[in-house]
């Protein structure tokens, strides 16, 4: 919401030389939130010129500019760019003629972009100055000529005369986020009133205007809606009410002009101007209808299927069941709270005018605007909440706008129906709000406050009833109006108390665990990036889980074909392209992967920890009923919404390209492979506790022999968790990526239900070590992790570590063999080792090995 100053001070006062920055803080002390200040940013010399004489001249172009002599000064004076009183200024319009008053701006004035004025040669002249149009001094888009003054009804105005003050340029407009629950703050009234309660101001409420009454059968109106929305009848109050002999011709005044632009709104015509001026003003969307356009009385109805409406921007519109429309007896001419429509429409011929000023329910607007994608000032407020007292007021003060600046006679045509619920009073407990504040507030202050804001207040045995202002749907509770006491009295004065937990409180198990593997995998070099959960089918169908089955082409190579992956789809997506919920993180993942990379970040490791959403296939999921927002929802209901939410699994995904080393004198780079994907996955076995299993698995997403999937032991066995690996060249390509993509998903929730309660430290262990090598040739079809965990088996509990570090195929070992390498150390926790006791462990491990795969020592 824009507020202009000059605008501001006239519902309340403002003190001389209250800057803008000083009511930008005084509006955040009460809860708005502080955007912009806007200014006409031009600076003078900007004076009313009068055009004695001009020439035209025709150029080569074809073009045909005006050589024009234009009196800035009255009589023999000096102007005020110190130069003579008459300038010498070329100019391309032609909506002029001798004696017309005009603005000019004179050497040295600056015109917004910034756009300095100087004297400068041009069609052969040296033009003294620019004659300004709308669209230059910044009062609109105009600019199919110059800015005429007789045209705002300032043709009065003296030679010479300031053309910043006359026209308003020098006012400024201070801007607030209004959010949803304070639709009262969409006006003037309702800004000035916040201002009053942050500084005390007083304030003149623009809505105490005594409205003349008007008869409710002289105009037809009807209210019909026979399919209210949650039960809520979509119009409450429709005021109406009538101004005859309109002159279309007369101008919209400069003050009102001026407003609306620093409001950001655009002059359109006199009448359509005085609707938007009084909607700013109060809060109340306001419509003009061309009376004689009108076939018979209103009707307000839902549309009824396959009506169309052509609107004001002259779209035809295939309206909806839900849609609330403005009938008569020709069908819809409007969508109510939204647009109007184009057959009654103000035009250049209108002189008889119908305004409208309705209170239309919230939740039906916002459904037609979004339908139709088309957001309006009207339904902007409508949709957070409309004063419906102020209708009748809003009415009357266009009625008065228009005899006062059009020349119309009021008409006692009109109706006033109102069907609006008077606000109900909430019982608010003695100390209720010290309470729950951790402040204590007198009676007074909570008095005061409460009646600062227009609540009406009555003493109870036990408290205070306080019903709140019809401007206030957002007071429903107790609890609204503790916060309304808070906000009046002050935040500020509330004092800043770290709360104590209750002993055994704290973060529990899981959100503990999840705040771990981030921390651990962003000290080992990995960056927490957010990624939107939306996805295409296909990356949904590339990245699912694991799949068991192959087809006749992939099969042989050992990839799973890509089967069909049970989905969920956003019934209002933000992407077209991507309207699926994700099953995976990694999509998202690799797409921030390539915009870093589009952007000079080559060498990247990122991960991400979130939900994934992974239904059952044959379960439908999702509600048939949607629960109104204002209610809890019964038990029965909560059920069936609970089950109609898909399993949500808690993972957490990690991406690595490029180098992992990057270039140093003396060392070359180390490039990005599995072997960091699988150390990011043992990282989150470390910080879980809980051992991840490794073994060679397939994925359609995956490069094949550089594939692992990952097993947790449970009670049961043991639990598939995710994957780790490259991915296949062609899928890191179609990402934009380069060939080797190395990447790792664990479903964490799987993880996290083996993991203890606590997290210990191993113990450091103080008996010196055995160290031995071992080399064992098997063949090249044993995954080396299985013979590892033979031997490993085999060695006993003086086996202190194993590792694999040498995989060797070549001269010396047969066709179809290999020879794995371990390096074993060996450790006893109470005495040293002898060197017989570590041989005789590491051969009980290779009696195991060849046990189960035929295993030999290599020699």
Same mark, same amino acid.
């Given at each position: 919401?824009?507020?202009?100053?000059?605008?501001?001070?006239?519902?309340?006062?403002?003190?001389?030389?209250?800057?803008?920055?000083?009511?930008?803080?005084?509006?955040?002390?009460?809860?708005?939130?502080?955007?912009?200040?806007?200014?006409?940013?031009?600076?003078?010399?900007?004076?009313?010129?009068?055009?004695?004489?001009?020439?035209?001249?025709?150029?080569?172009?074809?073009?045909?500019?005006?050589?024009?002599?234009?009196?800035?000064?009255?009589?023999?004076?000096?102007?005020?760019?110190?130069?003579?009183?008459?300038?010498?200024?070329?100019?391309?319009?032609?909506?002029?003629?001798?004696?017309?008053?005009?603005?000019?701006?004179?050497?040295?004035?600056?015109?917004?972009?910034?756009?300095?004025?100087?004297?400068?040669?041009?069609?052969?002249?040296?033009?003294?100055?620019?004659?300004?149009?709308?669209?230059?001094?910044?009062?609109?888009?105009?600019?199919?000529?110059?800015?005429?003054?007789?045209?705002?009804?300032?043709?009065?105005?003296?030679?010479?005369?300031?053309?910043?003050?006359?026209?308003?340029?020098?006012?400024?407009?201070?801007?607030?986020?209004?959010?949803?629950?304070?639709?009262?703050?969409?006006?003037?009234?309702?800004?000035?009133?916040?201002?009053?309660?942050?500084?005390?101001?007083?304030?003149?409420?623009?809505?105490?205007?005594?409205?003349?009454?008007?008869?409710?059968?002289?105009?037809?109106?009807?209210?019909?809606?026979?399919?209210?929305?949650?039960?809520?009848?979509?119009?409450?109050?429709?005021?109406?009410?009538?101004?005859?002999?309109?002159?279309?011709?007369?101008?919209?005044?400069?003050?009102?002009?001026?407003?609306? @632009?620093? /409001?950001?709104? &655009?002059?359109?015509? *006199?009448? =359509? !101007?005085?609707?938007?001026?009084?909607?700013?003003? $109060? %809060?109340?969307?306001?419509?003009?209808?061309?009376?004689?356009?009108?076939?018979?009385?209103?009707?307000?109805?839902?549309?009824?299927?396959?009506?169309?409406?052509?609107?004001?921007?002259?779209?035809?519109?295939?309206?909806?069941?839900?849609?609330?429309?403005?009938?008569?007896?020709?069908?819809?001419?409007?969508?109510?709270?939204?647009?109007?429509?184009?057959?009654?429409?103000?035009?250049?011929?209108?002189?008889?005018?119908?305004?409208?000023?309705?209170?239309?329910?919230?939740?039906?607007?916002?459904?037609?605007?979004?339908?139709?994608?088309?957001?309006?000032?009207?339904?902007?407020?409508?949709?957070?909440?409309?004063?419906?007292?102020?209708? @009748?007021? /809003?009415?009357? &003060?266009?009625?008065? *706008?228009? =005899? !006062?600046?059009?020349?119309?006679?009021?008409?006692? $045509? %009109?109706?006033?129906?109102?069907?609006?619920?008077?606000?109900?009073?909430?019982?608010?407990?003695?100390?209720?709000?010290?309470?729950?504040?951790?402040?204590?507030?007198?009676?007074?202050?909570?008095?005061?406050?409460?009646?600062?804001?227009?609540?009406?207040?009555?003493?109870?045995?036990?408290?205070?009833?306080?019903?709140?202002?019809?401007?206030?749907?957002?007071?429903?509770?107790?609890?609204?109006?503790?916060?309304?006491?808070?906000?009046?009295?002050?935040?500020?004065?509330?004092?800043?108390?770290?709360?104590?937990?209750?002993?055994?409180?704290?973060?529990?198990?899981?959100?503990?665990?999840?705040?771990?593997?981030?921390?651990?995998?962003? @000290?080992?070099?990995?960056?927490?990036?957010?990624?939107?959960?939306?996805?295409?089918?296909?990356?949904?169908?590339?990245?699912?889980?694991?799949?068991?089955?192959?087809?006749?082409?992939?099969?042989?190579?050992?990839?799973?074909?890509?089967?069909?992956?049970?989905?969920?789809?956003?019934?209002?997506?933000?992407?077209?392209?991507?309207?699926?919920?994700?099953?995976?993180?990694?999509?998202?993942?690799?797409?921030?992967?390539?915009?870093?990379?589009?952007?000079?970040?080559?060498?990247?490791?990122?991960?991400?920890?979130?939900?994934?959403?992974?239904?059952?296939?044959?379960?439908?999921?999702?509600?048939?009923?949607?629960?109104?927002?204002?209610?809890?929802?019964?038990?029965?209901?909560?059920?069936?919404?609970?089950?109609?939410?898909?399993?949500?699994?808690?993972?957490?995904?990690?991406?690595?390209?490029?180098?992992?080393?990057?270039?140093?004198?003396?060392?070359?780079?180390?490039?990005?492979?599995?072997?960091?994907?699988?150390?990011?996955?043992?990282?989150?076995?470390?910080?879980?506790?809980?051992?991840?299993?490794?073994?060679?698995?397939?994925?359609?997403?995956?490069?094949?022999?550089?594939?692992?999937?990952?097993?947790?032991?449970?009670?049961?066995?043991?639990?598939?968790?995710?994957?780790?690996?490259?991915?296949?060249?062609?899928?890191?390509?179609?990402?934009?990526?380069?060939?080797?993509?190395?990447?790792?998903?664990?479903?964490?929730?799987?993880?996290?239900?083996?993991?203890?309660?606590?997290?210990?430290?191993?113990?450091?262990?103080?008996?010196?070590?055995?160290?031995?090598?071992?080399?064992?040739?098997?063949?090249?079809?044993?995954?080396?992790?299985?013979?590892?965990?033979?031997?490993?088996?085999?060695?006993?509990?003086?086996?202190?570590?194993?590792?694999?570090?040498?995989?060797?195929?070549?001269?010396?070992?047969?066709?179809?063999?290999?020879?794995?390498?371990?390096?074993?150390?060996?450790?006893?926790?109470?005495?040293?080792?002898?060197?017989?006791?570590?041989?005789?462990?590491?051969?009980?491990?290779?009696?195991?090995?060849?046990?189960?795969?035929?295993?030999?020592?290599?020699?």
């Amino acid at each position: 919401m824009r507020v202009p100053l000059s605008w501001l001070g006239e519902f309340v006062d403002l003190e001389p030389g209250t800057t803008p920055e000083a009511v930008h803080a005084a509006l955040v002390s009460v809860g708005l939130e502080e955007e912009e200040i806007h200014r006409f940013e031009l600076t003078g010399p900007i004076v009313v010129g009068e055009v004695l004489e001009f020439v035209g001249e025709p150029q080569t172009n074809a073009k045909i500019i005006n050589w024009c002599q234009v009196r800035v000064a009255p009589g023999d004076e000096t102007a005020a760019d110190g130069g003579p009183a008459v300038h010498g200024i070329v100019c391309g319009a032609h909506n002029f003629v001798v004696g017309d008053k005009v603005v000019v701006t004179l050497p040295g004035a600056v015109l917004p972009g910034p756009f300095p004025i100087a004297p400068r040669k041009t069609y052969g002249h040296v033009s003294d100055g620019m004659i300004a149009s709308a669209r230059e001094l910044g009062l609109g888009d105009e600019h199919d000529g110059i800015l005429l003054l007789k045209n705002l009804g300032l043709d009065d105005a003296p030679v010479g005369t300031d053309a910043i003050a006359l026209l308003g340029l020098d006012d400024t407009a201070v801007e607030v986020n209004v959010t949803p629950d304070r639709g009262y703050a969409f006006s003037i009234r309702g800004i000035a009133r916040e201002y009053s309660h942050a500084t005390g101001a007083a304030f003149r409420d623009p809505a105490l205007a005594t409205v003349t009454a008007v008869s409710t059968i002289d105009f037809p109106v009807t209210l019909a809606d026979a399919s209210p929305i949650r039960g809520r009848v979509g119009a409450s109050v429709f005021v109406t009410r009538a101004v005859r002999g309109v002159d279309p011709s007369r101008p919209t005044p400069a003050w009102m002009i001026t407003r609306l @632009a620093l /409001a950001g709104m &655009r002059s359109i015509s *006199l009448v =359509v !101007d005085v609707t938007n001026y009084v909607m700013l003003e $109060l %809060g109340q969307p306001l419509h003009g209808y061309d009376l004689d356009a009108l076939a018979g009385g209103i009707l307000v109805r839902r549309a009824e299927p396959g009506e169309k409406l052509t609107t004001l921007d002259g779209v035809v519109r295939a309206l909806h069941s839900e849609d609330l429309l403005i009938t008569d007896e020709s069908g819809a001419i409007g969508l109510a709270g939204v647009m109007g429509g184009r057959s009654t429409e103000i035009g250049a011929s209108t002189t008889n005018v119908l305004i409208e000023a309705a209170n239309f329910d919230p939740v039906s607007i916002a459904r037609s605007a979004r339908r139709h994608k088309l957001p309006s000032e009207a339904s902007r407020r409508f949709e957070r909440g409309v004063d419906p007292q102020v209708a @009748a007021v /809003a009415a009357a &003060r266009v009625v008065q *706008l228009l =005899v !006062d600046l059009a020349g119309g006679t009021a008409d006692g $045509l %009109g109706s006033a129906l109102d069907s609006s619920v008077p606000p109900v009073a909430i019982e608010l407990p003695r100390d209720f709000i010290s309470g729950l504040i951790g402040r204590t507030y007198s009676d007074d202050e909570e008095r005061s406050a409460l009646a600062e804001i227009g609540g009406l207040l009555v003493e109870t045995p036990t408290g205070l009833s306080v019903t709140p202002p019809t401007w206030r749907p957002d007071l429903t509770d107790k609890w609204t109006l503790a916060e309304e006491v808070a906000r009046i009295v002050g935040y500020d004065s509330i004092p800043s108390v770290l709360p104590v937990a209750p002993p055994g409180r704290g973060l529990t198990l899981v959100q503990r665990l999840r705040r771990t593997v981030a921390q651990t995998l962003a @000290a080992t070099g990995h960056t927490e990036v957010l990624a939107y959960p939306f996805v295409s089918e296909a990356d949904n169908r590339l990245f699912a889980p694991l799949a068991t089955t192959t087809d006749a082409a992939g099969a042989a190579a050992g990839i799973p074909a890509v089967a069909e992956v049970p989905q969920i789809r956003v019934a209002n997506p933000l992407d077209g392209e991507a309207p699926f919920l994700r099953t995976s993180i990694l999509p998202g993942l690799l797409r921030i992967a390539h915009r870093n990379r589009s952007r000079g970040i080559t060498d990247l490791a990122v991960f991400e920890q979130g939900l994934v959403f992974r239904p059952v296939a044959g379960i439908r999921y999702g509600s048939l009923v949607v629960p109104a927002g204002a209610t809890r929802p019964s038990t029965a209901l909560e059920a069936e919404l609970n089950a109609g939410i898909p399993p949500q699994p808690y993972s957490v995904a990690v991406a690595l390209t490029g180098n992992t080393v990057r270039h140093q004198p003396g060392r070359a780079p180390i490039a990005a492979g599995w072997q960091d994907a699988l150390a990011a996955v043992q990282q989150v076995a470390l910080a879980t506790g809980v051992p991840i299993l490794v073994r060679q698995g397939v994925h359609p997403a995956m490069h094949p022999g550089r594939t692992a999937e990952l097993f947790v032991a449970t009670a049961d066995g043991e639990l598939s968790v995710g994957f780790a690996g490259e991915l296949l060249p062609a899928v890191a390509t179609g990402f934009d990526l380069p060939a080797v993509v190395a990447v790792a998903e664990i479903t964490l929730s799987d993880v996290f239900a083996q993991a203890g309660s606590e997290l210990h430290a191993a113990p450091i262990k103080t008996m010196p070590a055995a160290t031995q090598d071992l080399s064992l040739v098997v063949s090249a079809t044993v995954p080396a992790a299985e013979v590892l965990a033979a031997v490993a088996e085999g060695a006993g509990a003086l086996l202190d570590h194993i590792e694999l570090v040498d995989d060797y195929r070549g001269t010396g070992i047969e066709p179809g063999r290999k020879s794995l390498t371990f390096a074993l150390r060996f450790r006893a926790p109470d005495r040293t080792l002898t060197a017989a006791e570590a041989s005789d462990a590491k051969l009980a491990g290779v009696a195991v090995a060849a046990a189960r795969f035929d295993a030999t020592l290599r020699e």
